[in-house]
């Protein structure tokens, strides 16, 4: 079974800080996304990854960038933390860009 | 730009009812439809996509180019079908991403 594991369950956060949060896949996948689920707004793209060091913007990059340096691991950033960025964030991979494999998710807060 | 809707936020109904969640797209090309689905404290998983044309858990959908629709289909809901729905696009070309509907969540009542 493919394995998408997200590091962070559970994060809080305060306004301004630097968050970090990593996803790791082990089925040598070359796709790795980040969403953010927000109820009565379903799943957001805000980055996704084609191959080591490469990255492409999704619909809602502002306020994020990400990190590819191995295949495996694909982390979102959070430059500076803002009380609008407190959601549900769920990393995934796939082998095409049809069948997503999700992680369990991590629930960030930001004060 | 491709668009995927969900009517309904929610749609409740009794065990054994019928159970339909609508899907309705935009893209005036041929693309590719997913239906995904989170249980309660479970991660997103894949339930089925159109060109599988297969039965999972009792589910089923039809992809209706005519309508732009890929509403899924139960004929007998069971309490373990509760759960958030999410039906999904992929444009056929290239590098492309999965747009999401905003789901919907099914509640089957006892």
């Known amino acids: 079974d493919v394995k998408v594991t997200q590091s962070s369950r559970y994060l809080v956060k305060r306004t301004g800080e630097k968050v970090f949060l990593e996803c790791v896949q082990d089925?040598?996948?070359?796709?790795m996304f980040w969403y953010r689920q927000d109820p009565g707004l379903g799943l957001r793209l805000i980055y996704f990854?084609?191959?080591?060091?490469?990255?492409e913007k999704g619909d809602i990059p502002e306020g994020y960038s990400v990190s590819r340096e191995k295949k495996e691991r694909f982390s979102l950033i959070l430059e500076s933390a803002s009380t609008n960025q407190t959601s549900m964030y769920l990393c995934?991979?796939?082998?095409?860009?049809?069948?997503?494999?999700f992680g369990e998710g991590s629930r960030l807060t930001v004060l | 730009a491709q668009r995927v809707t969900q009517p309904e936020k929610l749609l409740s109904v009794f065990k054994g009812a019928p159970v339909e969640l609508k899907c309705n797209y935009s893209?005036?090309?041929?693309?590719?439809l997913f239906w995904y689905v989170q249980y309660s404290r479970q991660r997103l998983q894949l339930l089925l996509r159109?060109?599988s044309r297969e039965s999972i858990k009792g589910f089923t959908a039809d992809l209706n180019k005519g309508e732009t629709s890929f509403h899924l289909k139960k004929p007998f809901a069971q309490e373990e079908d509760s759960a958030m729905y999410y039906c999904?696009?992929?444009?056929?070309?290239?590098?492309?991403?999965?747009?999401f509907g905003k789901g919907t969540m099914l509640l089957v009542s006892p």
């Open positions: 995934a991979s796939s082998l095409y860009t049809g069948e997503l494999f």
């Open positions: 089925m040598d996948h070359e796709n």
């Open positions: 990854s084609y191959d080591v060091k490469m990255k």
């Open positions: 893209y005036s090309g041929s693309p590719e």
């Open positions: 159109h060109i």
């Open positions: 999904a696009l992929r444009v056929n070309s290239g590098y492309s991403t999965l747009t």
